[in-house]
């Protein structure tokens, strides 16, 4: 697959311009708000044909190697760690711990581009594979598809998005001043966030679009969804999850509740704590706007978005999804094998309207913590807006 390239001493990502290309940070330039001077045809025309291409077995080769790479270090966990002296067991977990997560984590984007039909020509076993991988990772695979496809077809969207939708400074309480005006605060925030999010997203829509009522991924007659067959599919969706949570709760008997915690438990946390934290920092960032009302419109919607720089090592265990996601929000169909080399395609296309971020992840969650607590009109152009920190 396409992997970051090396320029003058130094890792750059798929689609990072070259040194010189640009004498502003990322960080401190703020992205074009107002309507591009390209359409989506345009785009497209400057990719290669060839990148729109879905092969099944290409595809599931990557999904073999994410399956391949969970079941070597589980047989470790089990065959190998346990003789390990005392001392050096307590390194060796943590470093299983991480290692199963990223590997897992790599099978989640494989399920992630099953529910955009990215994964082969055929539909129905695009659904099957994402079904049978996100279950096994206690996602409602059904449920979470329809959500995420509406999260995609109004991103950018303070009125519609689906997932991190921000608050606007009139709406904060003055408990979160304290929270998000202190260090200690914003820590323990970001702590909660990648621990407890997903699942609180899941189960009462946590930092989702506001509904009129109750909103959760694993109710049928929630306001995400619609229509019969929707709702037929988060119900499999559910049934999916409960037969694997079963499962797991029958092997906690047999084996114990620590050994199934250490070996499945604590690496599905760091799958979700990834997943968070990836999709957190692509969405949120003090140089991307949020459209409100009439100034919204699919295609700047999409381009509010930001591809980072993870690291070589972590860009592949992820498939890329981490430094080319606007290429991603753009074309959602296209295989993660081809999304580097459409990337490098559509930049000369997109120009000041492509956002890329190299600065480390860490420092990049913090500043995110920090500079975004809520979103404020532009005060110039009516239904721009952009986040802020200051109370």
Same mark, same amino acid.
């Given at each position: ?22 004498d ?38 990557y ?57 082969s ?15 096994a ?21 303070? +009125? =519609? /998005?689906e997932?991190? &939708? ?9 408990? *979160? #001043?304290? %929270? ?19 699942p609180?997203y ?16 694993y ?72 459209y ?14 930001? +591809? =980072? /720089?993870?690291?070589? &090592?972590?860009?592949s ?6 430094? *080319? #996601?606007? %290429? ?8 993660h094998?081809h ?6 395609a ?14 480390p992840?860490?420092w ?25 920190n200051?109370?």
């Amino acid at each position: 697959m396409p992997q970051p390239v090396r320029a003058e001493g130094k890792t750059r990502a798929a689609g990072e311009p070259p040194a010189g290309d640009t004498d502003v940070p990322a960080q401190l330039k703020r992205s074009r708000a107002d309507k591009p001077p390209f359409t989506l045809a345009d785009i497209k025309r400057a990719i290669p044909p060839h990148c729109f291409k879905r092969s099944v077995v290409r595809s599931s080769t990557y999904l073999l190697r994410n399956l391949a790479a969970a079941a070597v270090l589980l047989y470790l966990a089990l065959a190998v760690l346990p003789a390990f002296p005392g001392p050096l067991r307590v390194v060796a977990w943590p470093v299983y711990w991480v290692a199963q997560g990223c590997a897992l984590g790599g099978a989640w984007v494989v399920a992630h581009e099953c529910g955009h039909h990215a994964f082969s020509e055929h539909a129905l076993l695009d659904d099957a594979v994402g079904f049978a991988v996100h279950t096994a990772l206690l996602v409602p695979y059904f449920s979470w598809k329809h959500s995420h496809r509406r999260h995609h077809a109004n991103s950018g969207s303070l +009125d =519609r /998005d689906e997932v991190f &939708v921000p608050r606007r400074k009139s709406e904060l309480s003055s408990y *979160t #001043h304290r %929270v998000q005006g202190s260090a200690a605060g914003r820590l323990a925030h970001l702590f909660l966030q990648l621990t407890l999010g997903w699942p609180l997203y899941l189960a009462c829509n946590a930092a989702g679009r506001p509904y009129p009522r109750f909103a959760s991924h694993y109710d049928p007659y929630s306001p995400i969804f619609s229509g019969s067959q929707e709702r037929a599919q988060v119900l499999l969706s559910d049934a999916g999850v409960l037969a694997v949570s079963l499962a797991l709760w029958r092997l906690a008997a047999a084996l114990g509740s620590w050994t199934v915690a250490r070996l499945y438990g604590v690496p599905l946390l760091v799958v979700n704590a990834w997943l968070v934290l990836v999709t957190y920092l692509q969405h949120t960032d003090p140089a991307v706007p949020r459209y409100g009302g009439r100034e919204w419109d699919w295609l700047r919607g999409a381009l509010a978005t930001v +591809d =980072r /720089d993870y690291g070589a &090592v972590l860009n592949s265990a992820f498939h890329n999804i981490t430094d *080319t #996601h606007v %290429v991603h929000h753009l074309f959602p169909s296209m295989p993660h094998y081809h999304a580097a080399e459409a990337t490098r395609a559509i930049r000369p296309v997109l120009g000041e309207n492509y956002r890329f971020d190299a600065t480390p992840v860490a420092w990049a969650a913090s500043r995110v913590a920090k500079d975004c607590v809520y979103v404020e009109a532009d005060g110039h152009r009516e239904g721009v807006f952009w986040y802020g920190n200051k109370f």
